[in-house]
């Protein structure tokens, strides 16, 4: 069965930080691509960044480039996503999200809550 459990979310002032986990079970990690979505109250989930676990390569959104740093250890199946300089519109239900490279098989994550004072 697959398993994604996210962890790390919780209220922070703006320009702090966070670091997400996303832990993984029930699938061969290198087979996927791992992904951060967001989803603000009231708007569609957006994609905030992903990682091809086997090669590395990453994307991020623009909104986040420079500030968050998404990463994963393929021994312990987990992915993360560290969040720095924080900004109140970085609020949201943070999703972690799995796609399987050659079939675009996807599982989601329950969701964890970030919430950024001003």
């Known amino acids: 069965e697959v398993q994604l459990v996210e962890s790390g979310g919780g209220l922070v002032q703006a320009g702090g930080s966070l670091r997400l986990s996303c832990a993984a079970s029930?699938?061969?990690?290198?087979?996927?691509?791992i992904g951060w979505f967001r989803q603000a109250p009231g708007k569609e989930r957006e994609g905030v960044s992903c990682?091809?676990?086997?090669?590395?390569?990453?994307y991020y959104t623009e909104s986040v480039k420079g500030r968050f740093t998404i990463s994963s250890d393929n021994a312990k199946k987990t992915a993360y996503l560290q969040m720095n300089s924080l900004k109140p519109e970085d609020t949201a239900v943070y999703y972690c999200?799995?796609?399987?490279?050659?079939?675009?098989?996807?599982?989601w994550g329950q969701g964890t809550q970030v919430t950024v004072s001003s």
């Open positions: 029930g699938f061969t990690f290198d087979d996927y691509a």
């Open positions: 990682i091809i676990s086997s090669d590395g390569s990453t």
């Open positions: 999200n799995v796609e399987h490279l050659a079939y675009g098989t996807r599982y």
